[in-house]
């Protein structure tokens, strides 16, 4: 069974950094698409940045771009996203999507709150 496990949410002042994680148990987040997406309060759950199969090509959404950053770490099985340069429009539940034979796998998503 694919789960995801995002963490590393939580509340920190403008400016400030946070760094998530995605943990993946039953498949190898290695080789797949992956991405995270955010859903502010009242609003659309928009992309955020992607990392192709290969892990050789990123994108980011505008408004992350510069201050964002998705990787993989192999050995934990994990996908981040340093955040970095928070901003109050920021906040967000985040969650991590892999896509495994184009199917998706999203986790339950974690709560970057920005507030000074």
């Known amino acids: 069974q694919v789960h995801l496990v995002e963490s590393g949410g939580g509340l920190v002042q403008p400016g400030g950094s946070l760094r998530l994680a995605c943990a993946a148990s039953?498949?190898?987040?290695?080789?797949?698409?992956v991405a995270w997406f955010r859903q502010a309060p009242g609003k659309k759950r928009e992309g955020v940045s992607c990392?192709?199969?290969?892990?050789?090509?990123?994108n980011y959404a505008d408004s992350v771009k510069g201050r964002f950053t998705i990787s993989r770490d192999i050995a934990k099985n994990t996908v981040n996203l340093q955040m970095n340069s928070l901003k109050p429009e920021d906040t967000a539940v985040y969650y991590c999507?892999?896509?495994?034979?184009?199917?998706?796998?999203w986790g339950k998503g974690t709560l970057v709150t920005v507030s000074s």
């Open positions: 999507r892999a896509l495994l034979a184009g199917i998706p796998h």
């Open positions: 039953g498949l190898s987040l290695d080789f797949l698409a």
């Open positions: 990392m192709t199969s290969s892990g050789s090509s990123t």
